[in-house]
């Protein structure tokens, strides 16, 4: 009688061991006498049974254990109980027997799959434990144990069944999360790479776009219809893309209408995009289901990797934010997860966790760009810009975590700093230089504030506080804000305007610009969009300049940003002349002068833009043509000199560039002759 060991069994999942000691002197021994009921228990009973004696040789055995293994019970005296229900196949089990035997050990109980005489196989559970009165754990050597076998195929099978309903998805027959993860897990552990392996794992994770609309139009039948004739597909997909070596892709439902393929011993990043392509093929194809024909895309993240030092957790988050990726970029696509791409995420989601500490520990900070007349070059007011000390990454600008604060809501505590620590600082300038005109502060307001805060509020209270007059304070909100505004946005607009703060649209001319609500919101001010200012034509000297490869910008352009604005500076090398833009200012600004609106050009880099700006009637620039943003004592100097440094420095800039233009030419004439 031979058996083979089921796998994973009770005491360790060893290699396989023989039996080593002397099988010398297997003659059947006399037993003892034994009373005849106990004789007659013993051959009746239904258990299958067998006494075997000190050294591991069985005395005798019943009829249900001959039965069981298809012999006759007489010819089982004097086997090696070992080897006839297999339990020397593995070396966790054969020490356990032994222990057994040597009266170390009270019980040893496992399960072998067993193969009758008749070359039929069964699942047997085997207990092997000592005969009453004949020694115990702790008493040395037994004289005799009791083997005892009983026939569990039945519930094997049924424990099958139950663990197949229970790693399937009913709806698809395919694997399900709990079969795929530890197929995954399986697939990431040392031994199965190290045996000649590629060492490599690939998933492609995919997502059905707009999956729930067809639920809710046609209802859950179809839906799950539809589902199982996408899993058929991918079914197909995986056998087609087999390798002879790996076999085919794994491919499971995770929930909903998420799927994966799980490529083990994948051979790069090609192998999986050339399954993520073919997916996305297979899917195209409409799905002709009860009378209906429905079309369906999908959205894959692509992920392919060493094994060495991955995990399941980790594998599967990429994953999953490269899925993120895949429908954020358009659907209907697969995307290759990208290092780099993650870094930044998890880089946002770094600043996102901290972005309400910060606020609690003092890490922002405002500097303050000046904004001067186009007629006297002096300035007028400044916009408060936020920046954030961070002690990880430096100084951040507010493109960098403002999206962020509207997300999660931290913009609301944060704006209410921004405004208060803005006008407190210019009522400290007001004090400080008493003999000129006070300049206001322009402050930028995220629709969040609006809508998750009481404004008006907020800005009355700060008012008192501060002592600032309401007019010496501008609010900005982007034009995609306040245009259409109605409701409550509306009613703060105006409560604020009656207040007496001034209200700016901020971006103006890149919105939606729906000029009919232009008359209807208490707006006082429209601030220009840099990109118009930045395709006005430049004067001859300029455009050579550019030719030459000198760009009119001086850096990356910041604009305003919403909620918080960057401040307007310099674009992104030589703009590209464009005489409609000019045409589009002189419309914009002659509207907005016909409506009693005073106009603010963003990014003025050049005086020959300023000059251009000045004689269309714009009435203040803002850019680095005068000043990037700066220090607040940077402001209040200013303030001390009459106003008038500004103007002078951006004079002196223009003589530098000048001269630096000059000699651009001249070298550029050398270099010709």
């Not at 009829?63 to 006839?84: F, H, K, M, Q, W």
Request: proline letters at 5%; charged letters at 25%.
């Amino acid at each position: 009688m031979n058996g083979t060991s089921e796998g994973p069994a009770p005491a360790a999942d060893l290699g396989p061991s023989g039996i080593t000691d002397s099988d010398e002197g297997l003659a059947p021994r006399a037993g003892r006498a034994e009373p005849p009921a106990y004789r007659s228990v013993f051959t009746t009973a239904p258990l299958a049974m067998a006494v075997v004696d000190a050294e591991g040789l069985v005395v005798s055995a019943n009829d249900s254990l001959g039965s069981l293994l298809g012999t006759d019970p007489e010819t089982l005296a004097g086997s090696v109980a070992a080897d006839l229900v297999d339990l020397a196949s593995d070396a966790g089990t054969w020490h356990a027997y032994r222990e057994v035997l040597r009266g170390h050990r009270s019980r040893l109980r496992c399960t072998r799959r067993l193969k009758r005489a008749d070359g039929h196989s069964l699942w047997a559970q085997v207990t092997v434990e000592p005969l009453a009165g004949s020694g115990g754990e702790g008493h040395g050597d037994t004289e005799g144990l009791l083997l005892s076998v009983a026939d569990v195929s039945a519930r094997r099978e049924l424990q099958a069944r139950l663990r197949h309903l229970q790693m399937h998805d009913p709806v698809t027959r395919l694997p399900n999360r709990a079969l795929f993860f530890e197929r995954l897990t399986a697939a990431l552990e040392a031994e199965s790479y190290e045996n000649g392996g590629t060492g490599r794992i690939g998933v492609c994770y995919l997502d059905l776009d707009g999956f729930k609309a067809v639920n809710d139009t046609h209802g859950h039948r179809v839906g799950d219809r539809l589902l199982a004739a996408v899993a058929e597909r991918l079914t197909r997909c995986a056998e087609e893309a087999a390798q002879a070596r790996s076999g085919p892709p794994l491919v499971a439902r995770l929930g909903g209408d998420e799927f994966a393929l799980l490529v083990e011993d994948s051979t790069g990043t090609d192998q999986l995009a050339d399954l993520a392509g073919s997916v996305l093929a297979a899917l195209q194809p409409p799905f002709e289901l009860c009378d209906r024909r429905l079309s369906v895309t999908a959205s894959v993240g692509v992920v392919e990797r060493h094994t060495a030092g991955t995990t399941p957790t980790a594998l599967m988050q990429a994953a999953d934010t490269t899925l993120y990726w895949a429908k954020a970029d358009g659907r209907a696509r697969w995307t290759l997860f990208d290092p780099e791409r993650n870094a930044n995420r998890m880089t946002r989601q770094a600043l996102a966790a901290t972005l309400r500490p910060a606020i609690e520990r003092g890490e922002f900070a405002l500097e303050y760009q000046p904004l001067v007349g186009m007629e006297d070059g002096r300035v007028c007011g400044v916009e408060a810009l936020i920046r954030w000390n961070h002690p990880q990454f430096g100084v951040l600008a507010p493109n960098r975590f403002i999206a962020l604060a509207e997300e999660d809501g931290s913009i609301v505590p944060l704006g209410r700093w921004i405004l208060r620590t803005a006008c407190h600082q210019a009522r400290r300038w007001q004090l400080a230089h008493p003999d000129e005109p006070p300049i206001f502060v322009s402050v930028n307001v995220a629709v969040r504030q609006v809508w998750d805060s009481d404004l008006v509020a907020d800005v009355a209270h700060t008012l008192e506080e501060t002592g600032l007059a309401p007019e010496l304070l501008q609010l900005e909100l982007t034009e995609s804000a306040v245009m259409g505004s109605a409701g409550r946005p509306l009613q703060v607009l105006k409560a604020l305007s009656d207040m007496g703060v001034r209200i700016a649209i901020d971006d103006f001319g890149t919105g939606y610009s729906n000029l009919a609500y232009l008359s209807r919101l208490p707006v006082s001010v429209l601030k220009l969009d840099g990109a118009f200012v930045r395709g006005f034509q430049y004067e001859a000297a300029v455009s050579e300049a550019a030719g030459a490869g000198a760009g009119t910008g001086t850096g990356p352009g910041e604009g305003s940003a919403t909620g918080t604005g960057t401040g307007a500076g310099a674009g992104e090398g030589a703009g590209v002349a464009n005489p409609a833009d000019e045409v589009i200012v002189e419309a914009m600004v002659q509207l907005a002068h016909r409506l009693g609106l005073t106009v603010t050009a963003e990014c003025v880099e050049t005086s020959d833009q300023a000059s251009r700006l000045r004689r269309i009637g714009c009435d203040t620039g803002q850019g680095w043509l005068y000043s990037r943003p700066v220090a607040p004592d940077r402001i209040s100097a200013l303030l001390g000199s009459g106003r008038r440094g500004f103007r002078l420095a951006s004079a002196t800039r223009r003589r530098r560039r000048s001269a630096r233009r000059s000699a651009a030419v001249r070298r550029r004439r050398g270099r010709w002759r």
